[in-house]
Every structure is written in C-alpha cells, then in structure tokens.
C-alpha cells in the first residue's frame, strides 16, 4: 500500500474536482492526503466572486465541494497564498505531485487609447467588487452617468451588463455584496450597451443565457432585426448551421422580435462595433467605435466610426492567469502538456491549465483527465513532512473548521432579509469570523 501526499493550490472549482477525483482514484494499494490550499480566507473561487448573484442555482455546487472537503483525507488552508506565504519549492519538496489551480483572475486589456480613464474598468476589477472579493471591495464605482458600455460577446460580458440594467429591487434577494447592492439602488445606469468586435453569429453567448434576456421584467433589450437576419444569412451561405449556432440564432430572433414595454431600462447589443478610443476629460465621457462589415467570411474594418457618450465603460474580453513564483506561464496559462508541467511534479487543472474557457463542469472532466496522468507518473511516496511547520506561528490559518464558522455566519446574516448570505469582504474581519 502507497500512501501519497498531494497539494492542491487553489480552492475553486478546478481545486476542488481535483480532490475529488483524488479521493475517487483510490484503491487496495493506493491512498492520497490532501492539502488544499488557498490564498482568500472564503473558498470556492469563481463560484463565490465570478458568478452573477442572480443565478443561485449555479452556485449550488458548492455543496459537492463541502463533500469533497468533509472527508477525512481532505485538509484545507485557506488564507495561504503560495507564492508570498509559502514559497512553491516548500510544496514541491514535500508533496508527492503538487495541483495548481489557481485560474485566471487578471482582465485582458482592450490596448486603446483612454483604457485607464476613471470609469473605464476591466469586468475582472468590476465582478469581483460586486461579489464582494476582498480584493476589490474598495473600488469607488461610480454609476451616477445614465450610459454605461459593456465591451465582450461573451457571458461574463452578459453577467456585467445584467447587473448594471436590472431594477435594483431584483438583486435585495441575492448575495450581492452590500456596498456594490446600495451602489446599484443609487445607480442613475438605465442604458447599458454591449458591444462585440465581430458578428452576431460569432458570439460566445450561450442560448440559456439569451433565452432569459426576455424575461427580464424591468428592462427592454434590443438587437438589430436586420443584424440577426444578416448573421443567419452568411451562417446558411458558409455551409450547414450547426446545433449551438442554429440556438443561439434562434434566441437572437426572440429577442429581436420581443415586444418592448418601453421601460426606461435598457440592454442594447451592438455587433461589428470594435472599440477605438475611450475619450474624456479626466474621465469617460465618450466611446468609440470603428465599424467591421463581414467579407468573405472574415470581419474587416470599413473604416467608419461612430460614438457612444457614455460614463462607465467595462471591458469583458477574457482572463489571463496571475504569474506565480516558480512557475512559467506562456500565452496567459501555466506553461503545460496536458496539465502536465514538464520535468516537474507540478499539473495544472482549470483556467491555469486551459485559460479562461468553459462551465464550471468543465473542470471536473479536465481534473479527471489530469489527475489519470498525475497517477501514472507516481513513483516511490515522499517521505512524511508537515507543511504546516513551513508557515510562521502567528499566521491564521483557515481550517475546514474555521471555514464552515465563517459561512455558517454569512449564511445566518441573510436569512432576516431572504437573501442566500451576506458576504463578508474584509480579510481582518473573516479571519475573525473564523475564530468564532
Ligand atoms: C464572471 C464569471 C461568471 C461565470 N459564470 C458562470 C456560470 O454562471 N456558470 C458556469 O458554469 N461557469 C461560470 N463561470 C466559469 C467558472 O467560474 C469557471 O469555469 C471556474 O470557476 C474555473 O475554475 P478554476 O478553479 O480554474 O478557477 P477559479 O474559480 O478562479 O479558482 C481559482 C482559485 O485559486 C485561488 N488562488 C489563485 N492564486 C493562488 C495562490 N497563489 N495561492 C493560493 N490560492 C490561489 C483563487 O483565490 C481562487 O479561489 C463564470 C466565470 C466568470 C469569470
């Protein structure tokens, strides 16, 4: 019998689907620990400060991840950054293989002039604050302008817009944070563009997700008719449409022909529209676009450009994972073969691995896939030696134990009001939480 000892870094869902086809791959001969590490004091990564807090149902996976956590192979040490509390080369001495899952939170950057006016944002700055991601908590977002762009043809740039054009009395039963939830009452948004550099058959959007836009019940949302009709077109004159474009168009249409109620809330889609400049004074006042046309089934610029006066300006065009210490990345991932880091006992599983694509789901096949490989490569165990001893004494850990106390205390601090939790965003303060 093999007993090995894994580090996993990074409780998200890809840290967590990894300890669980861990605990699942054991057998007669075969045995793993696992310590989870994970540098903020809360747990499950993009579940708790990536997905919209109008979508709850989504974030009941995390109930699969408490399992996971619940069995007796499982060690968590939440509030340990790898990298500044515990250098790697202290994991990979002492661990058998080392999982790093430690996704990818930086927002790619738009390269225009204007990009850092106040008011111009990336949605990997703008999600987590209204998650109430310690981190980005303080931000001071200013939503007193009517017009706010939301640039991305992708769902996180859906999530952003969402949030931004929904009557505010839609969020009082969700966990969105309390500073971003007064932010949003106080909000004078009530026309929120997106826009995507290419055609509305090339969008990322997926069906379920336009399927809703018409159910929103304080908010108009408008496509170009012309613009689908277009779309469907070139998509039909290309070849056979396949299942998910066929969907997608199809949602596009209902949009397009939903009656409007005439709210003053709006969602505009605005397609072939690459952004240019940001302009203002100080701060955003005014966007730019230039104008693509599809050709031959390429998008090209017709050298047109039009304005969009607006005072927020988010950019939801894709992640780029963190450098870490120790480790190479290369093209905004971890530098990998098949979470393989070569001549290493590092793998990668999830958005470090992949970069910023796919469900949630698709990290648990991904872990099952990396953890196979990882199983393969073991050799002799490593002999026993605690990390634990590698932290200084003074430094607060946060255990399974402590973990549960602070969502036990979230949780109960929503239930007056119906909402799922009130998140707490200051470290100082969840760390307390987790004495309790
Ligand atoms: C805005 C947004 C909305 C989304 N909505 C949905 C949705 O509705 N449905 C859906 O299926 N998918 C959704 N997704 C996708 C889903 O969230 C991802 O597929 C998934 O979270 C990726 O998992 P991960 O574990 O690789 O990364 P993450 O979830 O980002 O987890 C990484 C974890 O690693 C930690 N970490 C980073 N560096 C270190 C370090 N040095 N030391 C220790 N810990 C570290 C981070 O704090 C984090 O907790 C959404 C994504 C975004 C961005």
């Given at each position: 019998?093999n007993?090995y000892?894994i580090?996993?870094?990074?409780?998200?869902?890809a840290?967590?689907?990894?300890?669980?086809?861990?605990q699942?791959s054991?057998?007669?001969d075969?045995t793993?620990?696992?310590?989870?590490?994970?540098?903020?004091?809360?747990?499950?990564?993009?579940?708790r400060s990536?997905?919209?807090?109008?979508?709850p149902?989504?974030?009941?996976v995390?109930?699969?991840?408490?399992?996971?956590a619940?069995?007796?192979?499982?060690?968590l040490?939440g509030?340990v950054?790898i990298?500044?509390?515990v250098?790697?080369a202290d994991?990979?001495s002492?661990y058998?293989?080392?999982?790093?899952?430690t996704?990818?939170a930086?927002?790619?950057?738009?390269?225009?002039?204007g990009?850092?006016l106040?008011?111009s944002?990336?949605?990997a700055?703008?999600v987590?604050?209204?998650?109430?991601h310690?981190?980005?908590a303080?931000?001071?977002?200013?939503l007193?302008?009517?017009?706010?762009v939301?640039?991305?043809?992708?769902n996180?740039?859906?999530?952003?817009?969402?949030?931004l054009?929904?009557?505010?009395?839609?969020?009082?039963?969700?966990?969105?944070a309390?500073?971003a939830?007064?932010?949003?009452?106080q909000?004078?948004?009530?026309?929120?563009y997106?826009?995507?550099r290419?055609?509305?058959?090339?969008?990322a959007?997926t069906a379920?997700?336009?399927r809703?836009l018409?159910k929103?019940e304080?908010t108009?949302?408008?496509?170009?008719?012309?613009?689908?009709?277009?779309a469907?077109a070139?998509?039909e004159?290309?070849?056979?449409?396949?299942k998910?474009?066929?969907s997608?168009?199809?949602?596009?249409?209902?949009?397009a022909e939903?009656p409007?109620?005439?709210h003053?809330?709006?969602?505009e889609?605005?397609?072939?529209s690459?952004?240019?400049e940001i302009?203002?004074?100080g701060k955003?006042?005014?966007?730019i676009?230039?104008?693509?046309?599809?050709e031959?089934g390429k998008v090209?610029?017709?050298?047109?450009?039009?304005?969009?006066?607006?005072s927020?300006?988010i950019?939801?065009?894709?992640?780029?994972?963190?450098?870490?210490p120790?480790?190479?990345m290369?093209?905004?991932k971890?530098?990998?073969?098949?979470?393989?880091?070569?001549?290493?006992?590092?793998?990668t599983?999830?958005?470090?691995?992949?970069g910023?694509?796919?469900?949630?789901?698709?990290?648990?096949?991904?872990?099952s896939?990396?953890v196979?490989l990882?199983?393969?490569?073991?050799?002799q165990?490593?002999?026993?030696s605690?990390?634990?001893?590698?932290?200084?004494p003074?430094?607060?850990?946060?255990?399974?134990?402590a973990?549960a106390k602070i969502?036990?205390?979230?949780?109960?601090?929503?239930?007056?009001d119906?909402?799922p939790r009130?998140k707490?965003?200051s470290?100082?303060?969840l760390l307390?939480l987790g004495?309790n």
């Amino acid at each position: 019998m093999n007993h090995y000892s894994i580090a996993i870094v990074g409780a998200g869902p890809a840290g967590y689907f990894t300890a669980q086809g861990l605990q699942n791959s054991q057998s007669d001969d075969r045995t793993f620990s696992i310590d989870l590490f994970e540098r903020l004091p809360t747990m499950w990564g993009l579940v708790r400060s990536g997905v919209a807090p109008d979508h709850p149902k989504i974030k009941t996976v995390a109930k699969v991840f408490e399992k996971v956590a619940a069995e007796p192979n499982f060690r968590l040490f939440g509030n340990v950054e790898i990298g500044k509390d515990v250098d790697l080369a202290d994991l990979t001495s002492r661990y058998d293989a080392v999982v790093m899952c430690t996704g990818s939170a930086v927002g790619r950057r738009l390269g225009i002039p204007g990009e850092d006016l106040q008011g111009s944002y990336s949605a990997a700055e703008f999600v987590p604050w209204y998650n109430g991601h310690p981190d980005f908590a303080g931000l001071n977002i200013d939503l007193s302008g009517t017009t706010a762009v939301v640039i991305g043809a992708g769902n996180v740039a859906m999530d952003c817009a969402r949030m931004l054009a929904v009557d505010p009395t839609e969020l009082d039963t969700t966990d969105t944070a309390d500073h971003a939830h007064s932010t949003f009452h106080q909000s004078n948004i009530r026309k929120v563009y997106i826009a995507g550099r290419r055609g509305v058959e090339h969008a990322a959007f997926t069906a379920p997700e336009l399927r809703d836009l018409p159910k929103l019940e304080n908010t108009d949302v408008h496509i170009d008719a012309n613009q689908v009709h277009e779309a469907h077109a070139r998509a039909e004159a290309a070849g056979e449409i396949e299942k998910h474009l066929a969907s997608n168009l199809e949602a596009w249409r209902l949009i397009a022909e939903h009656p409007k109620s005439g709210h003053a809330r709006t969602m505009e889609f605005r397609f072939l529209s690459a952004p240019k400049e940001i302009k203002g004074n100080g701060k955003v006042e005014e966007i730019i676009f230039g104008i693509n046309k599809v050709e031959g089934g390429k998008v090209v610029d017709t050298g047109e450009t039009y304005s969009i006066p607006c005072s927020l300006v988010i950019s939801a065009i894709g992640y780029e994972a963190a450098p870490i210490p120790g480790i190479v990345m290369e093209s905004g991932k971890i530098k990998n073969v098949d979470g393989r880091v070569v001549d290493t006992n590092i793998y990668t599983v999830g958005w470090a691995k992949r970069g910023p694509s796919g469900v949630i789901g698709t990290n648990k096949s991904d872990a099952s896939d990396v953890v196979a490989l990882l199983i393969e490569d073991l050799g002799q165990p490593k002999e026993a030696s605690d990390i634990a001893a590698v932290l200084s004494p003074d430094h607060q850990i946060i255990t399974q134990d402590a973990w549960a106390k602070i969502n036990a205390a979230e949780i109960a601090a929503g239930e007056p009001d119906g909402r799922p939790r009130v998140k707490e965003v200051s470290v100082p303060k969840l760390l307390s939480l987790g004495l309790n």
